[in-house]
T-cell receptor, first 116, second 112 residues
Framework: DAGVIQSPRHEVTEMGQEVTLRCKPISGHDYLFWYRQTMMRGLELLIYFNNNVPIDDSGMPEDRFSAKMPNASFSTLKIQPSEPRDSAVYFC??????????????FGNGTRLTVT | QKEVEQNSGPLSVPEGAIASLNCTYSDRVSQSFFWYRQYSGKSPELIMSIYSNGDKEDGRFTAQLNKASQYVSLLIRDSQPSDSATYLCAVGLGGGADGLTFGKGTHLIIQP
């Protein structure tokens, strides 16, 4: 299994530019999550999807952030316009939930975003 | 507001000793509990999951859960330098009702 695949691994951009992060979940997983990790705030859930449908986006910090999942094998997280405080590592994770209990998340390698 | 609290450390343990990592959570209806290990610059990787009160052992790792006290712990026996990492506690409500809530992690250092 290839695992969760994220691209790019590193992104450096200037303030005001649009940034698009990409994720391919593990095949067969019906949940996809976007997390952001910083030293100050740790891992924060931004949004998650179930069967390609956004379920909870309450963690998205501002309207500048948007996420889509057009099909079961692809999701994007877009920041427009980007700001220096968006600098963080963004993780995509997926899981399969066969029953009433939460299943562990499988994380991608992350995208390290630096906004100057 | 769901919260997961961990001591940030660093926690320094001599090689071969037992490392004890602790976590408390605020949401009493939480049902699923996980420990992840994260090396610097890497993504979190699952070590243990636990769903019922008591102990669960897997090799050198033992997870302990006490729902009445809202407390989860991870014991690492015979600690090795390769265990040096940040350990994240994660809590879920169940059934994919929401994503997992993570603590900020405990930085563990195993001294050779």
């Amino acid at each position: 299994d290839a695992g969760v695949i994220q691209s790019p691994r590193h992104e450096v951009t200037e303030m005001g530019q649009e940034v698009t992060l990409r994720c391919k979940p593990i095949s067969g997983h019906d949940y996809l999550f976007w997390y952001r990790q910083t030293m100050m705030r740790g891992l924060e859930l931004l949004i998650y999807f179930n069967n390609n449908v956004p379920i909870d986006d309450s963690g998205m910090p501002e309207d500048r952030f948007s996420a889509k999942m057009p099909n079961a094998s692809f999701s994007t997280l877009k920041i427009q316009p980007s700001e220096p405080r968006d600098s963080a590592v963004y993780f995509c994770a997926s899981s399969f939930v066969p029953g009433p209990l939460s299943s562990p998340l499988h994380f991608g390698n992350g995208t390290r975003l630096t906004v100057t | 507001q769901k919260e997961v609290e961990q001591n940030s450390g660093p926690l320094s343990v001599p090689e071969g000793a037992i490392a004890s990592l602790n976590c408390t959570y605020s949401d009493r209806v939480s049902q699923s509990f996980f420990w992840y290990r994260q090396y610097s610059g890497k993504s979190p990787e699952l070590i243990m999951s636990i769903y019922s009160n008591g102990d669960k052992e897997d090799g050198r790792f033992t997870a302990q859960l006490n729902k009445a006290s809202q407390y989860v712990s991870l014991l690492i026996r015979d600690s090795q330098p390769s265990d040096s990492a940040t350990y994240l506690c994660a809590v879920g409500l169940g059934g994919g009702a929401d994503g997992l809530t993570f603590g900020k992690g405990t930085h563990l250092i195993i001294q050779p």
